[in-house]
């Protein structure tokens, strides 16, 4: 299993602090980009991320946003691993796909905790990445969804007839929730790492999962 670290709940000298991060043991940088419609929050814009993040580890950028394509356009600049948008957008979700492929870069979906599975199930041969959230998208810091076990149990069986995509899990991962995602090909992981050590937190995580 990958981690992807989310930098959301860092609250001070974030630059400093994202350089720390990636130079830990982790295999993903996590941007989670919101913009205040499609979530309440709103978090930086393009100028701001292009300063504060660092290229040391590949970018796996979570788009809650609306208007996907604008986003995309801006992202696509950082050269990420892959771009993640949401399923529950008011737009084409097989142009969108089509639109990040154009790019070159791999695409992922996500689904908020109250999206099935079966809802997605027509774009899972054309996706890289299935994202499920296991928290309300908007902020760090909540309390796992459990009812995400079952989604990730359902998206490992489809991924043998419908298509060849990784599974992430995101929101509420910790030392103890991580037993219950180890079918996951990535965890996004954010404020259990950044709320303490973070050398110690993940290695805390890869004993859990390494045993
Ligand atoms: C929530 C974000 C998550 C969040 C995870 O909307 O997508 O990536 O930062 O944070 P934790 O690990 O604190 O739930
Ligand atoms: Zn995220």
Sequence with gaps: MKISASFLSIKDNLKENID???????DYLHLDI???IFVKNKTWDISEIKNLINYN???DVHLMVSDVYKYVDEYKDLNPEFITFHYEVDLDIMDIIN???KYNIKVGLSIKPNTKVDEIIPYLPYLDLILVMSVEPGEGGQKFIIDSVDKIKKLKELKEL???YLIEVDGGINDSTISLVKDVDIAVIGSYITSGNYEEKIKSIKEKIYG
């Design 20 to 26: 720390l991060l990636t130079k830990c043991d982790i």
């Design 34 to 36: 919101m913009d205040g």
């Design 57 to 59: 580890k590949p970018l």
């Design 99 to 101: 639109y990040i492929k």
């Design 162 to 164: 419908k298509g060849d």
